[in-house]
């Protein structure tokens, strides 16, 4: 059992920054690939990045490559989202994911567990 909760959200102005934090239970938190998704006002949930046990294995969704970068540090059971760039349609519920599998994890669907989420707002 893990469980994750996200932290770093709020407001900032098209072209800022903002780091977001998922902070995970549980001593096995390695074992797991992490990533970020995100669900925008009336759209679907989207990918956003995903990391492997070890901190590699990382791969973006089309939309933040270049802009965004995921890490982790299995010492303090923590996985980050670096955003940079941020542009207005970037505004989402940003939910950090955990999962022992990394095929299929972009998909969303069989990823076992999920944070809260976290609100990121971006003005234009």
């Known amino acids: ?58 791969y973006y969704g089309d939309s933040v490559k270049g802009r965004f970068t995921i890490s982790r540090d299995n010492a303090k059971n923590t996985v980050y989202l670096q955003m940079n760039s941020l542009k207005p349609e970037d505004t989402a519920v940003y939910y950090c994911a955990a999962d022992p599998n990394y095929t299929d994890f972009a998909a969303g669907s069989l990823v076992d567990y999920w944070g809260q989420g976290t609100q990121v707002t971006v003005s234009s």
């Open 1 to 58: 059992q893990v469980q994750l909760v996200e932290s770093g959200g709020g407001l900032v102005q098209a072209g800022g920054s903002l780091r977001l934090s998922c902070a995970a239970s549980g001593r096995t938190f390695s074992r797991y690939i992490m990533g970020w998704f995100r669900q925008a006002p009336g759209k679907g949930r989207e990918f956003v990045a995903v990391i492997n046990w070890s901190g590699g294995g990382i």
